[in-house]
């Protein structure tokens, strides 16, 4: 799963990201492979929002046994078309048995990829991961640093909002939202409250690349900020406010200012973000 400057509502909104989840493939490759490449994984594999199915498809690929669970509808379908080996779930993580998904052995393995920091109690949701563990099992993965280090929160989106007259205001910290976890100190103290030891969070930065061969990644940035809740919101807004000449004046404005951001012709920006590894205690 990817982040949202509003605050998502994957239930309402998981569409939008499964209609664009081969951008979202591409830009966080190196996302994906990080998490991989720490977690090991093997034997029996949760995916904690599992979004459109990356992280299964990866996991069934090296022969786990994987297992996703999400609360869009609409992911957890594509989840399913796209790795039907897998068994993808329609749940909440905070709350749901998940150790019945594992047919109560328990998983050896718990992933995500930018999905666990939307929890409205995450000590309650990361007590209740625990409890799906099989012994010895680990935790990893990825979440989001500071919004002010990620131009994934602001690029072209700050043009959009501007069409607003109610600027959204900047989260609390710990509130839950794609920077739930920025505060390193904070997210330990939830995990070790949780039940989990021997926590590593290591700095991780990618460059995310919205361009392919035939593109320069413009209209795959505006195809993602409008994925968005944030989009929406402003497109609903906006097309009530304005008309549709007003919603593709201010489209047309969006892609101006992504243009003027390209580096060598193609549209690219940093990630800065947390790579977490963790494991179950007793």
Not at 186 to 210: K, P, Q
Not at 244 to 269: F, K, P, Y
Request: proline content about 5%; hydrophobic content about 45%.
């Amino acid at each position: 799963m990817a982040a949202d400057s509003l605050g998502p509502d994957w239930a309402r909104h998981g569409a939008g990201w499964a209609a664009n989840d081969a951008v979202f493939d591409r830009i966080f490759a190196p996302v994906t492979d990080a998490i991989l490449t720490a977690a090991d994984l093997t034997g029996a594999v949760l995916d904690i929002g599992c979004g459109t199915g990356t992280l299964l498809e990866r996991a069934s690929d090296l022969g786990a046994s994987a297992v996703g669970v999400d609360i869009s509808a609409d992911m957890i379908d594509a989840a399913a078309r796209r790795v039907p080996q897998a068994n993808a779930v329609v749940a909440d993580a905070q709350t749901a048995d998940l150790r019945a998904l594992a047919a109560g052995e328990g998983f050896d393995r718990i992933v995500s990829r930018f999905g666990v920091m939307f929890f409205p109690d995450p000590v309650a949701a990361f007590t209740n991961i625990r409890r799906s563990t099989a012994p010895g099992a680990s935790m990893t993965f990825m979440c989001w640093q500071d919004g002010h280090r990620n131009p994934i929160f602001t690029l072209g989106t700050s043009t959009l909002i501007k069409a607003l007259d109610q600027k959204p205001a900047r989260p609390e910290p710990g509130s839950p939202g794609p920077v739930a976890f920025a505060d390193p100190d904070y997210l330990r103290g939830v995990l070790t409250d949780a039940g989990w030891s021997n926590t590593r969070i290591d700095d991780f930065s990618f460059r995310a690349d919205y361009s392919s061969a035939d593109s320069d990644g413009v209209e795959e940035r505006l195809a993602v900020i409008l994925a968005t809740s944030t989009g929406q919101s402003v497109e609903e807004a906006v097309r009530a406010k304005l008309g549709e000449s007003g919603w593709s004046d201010l489209l047309d404005g969006v892609r101006e200012s992504l243009r003027a951001e390209r580096a060598d012709g193609i549209l690219t920006h940093e990630g800065h973000c947390w790579l977490v590894s963790t494991r179950a205690g007793t």
